[in-house]
């Protein structure tokens, strides 16, 4: 890859990243919206899910707008992981705003209330999770929100990097040789 090559994959990537990192910011707040609301929960669950499939259309339109209709695997990899990495990090500054500025607590209450029910509670204690559970309340709960911010980074990252793999693979593909047709190129053609 050329260097006009990668500044051009860079900066694809963090336009995308600003996408992904509004998917993600939408899911968190319907997560704590979801967290009284039950529906809203299945909404943020669903936002999530959707990710993969975002991000292969976005490399898909990567590589037929900006690649003339193709891309190879280690090219449509390092642009997910890209992706990824620039929306993690938009997506912890957000986090890490809320948990410091607007949450106030509400979301380890919610949480702490909603594992307080009677139901849950013996549900939980039936199960022998009462124990393991306390203890990572506890944990969470001493947590700064940069810590939680940092640790969703990292995952964001790490995810990217798993799924950019798969991601990649769907969606290379390779030029046409002209005649023999022997050249491997992907299913979306």
């Known amino acids: 890859m050329t260097a006009p090559e990668y500044i051009q994959l860079k900066a694809f990537a ?5 996408w992904l990192s509004l998917l993600w910011m939408a899911a968190f707040g319907l997560y704590i919206v979801g967290l009284r ?5 299945l909404a943020a669950m669903i936002l999530a ?3 993969p499939f975002f991000v292969g259309s976005r490399l ?10 193709t891309i190879s695997f280690l090219r449509g990899w390092a642009y997910t992981v890209y992706v990824f990495f620039y929306g ?3 997506f912890a500054l957000a986090q890490w705003a809320y948990l ?4 106030q607590g509400y979301m380890m209450s919610t949480i702490t209330e909603t594992l307080s029910v009677p139901e849950t509670a013996e549900a939980l204690r039936q199960m022998g999770m009462t124990e393991t559970l306390d203890e990572s309340l506890a944990m969470l709960g001493q ?10 980074l990292t995952t ?18 390779s030029p046409k040789l002209g005649g023999g047709g022997s050249e491997r190129t992907s299913a979306n053609e």
């Open 156 to 173: 964001n990252i790490m995810l990217g990097m798993l799924l950019g793999l798969p991601i990649a693979a769907m969606i290379r593909k």
């Open 60 to 69: 898909r339109h990567f590589r037929d707008e900006g690649l003339a209709g």
């Open 88 to 90: 993690g990090l938009l």
């Open 14 to 18: 963090r336009i995308d990243g600003v």
């Open 49 to 51: 899910v959707i990710t």
């Open 37 to 41: 609301s039950p529906g809203y929960g």
């Open 143 to 152: 947590m700064r929100p940069i810590d939680l911010s940092l640790n969703m």
């Open 100 to 103: 410091t500025y607007l949450d």
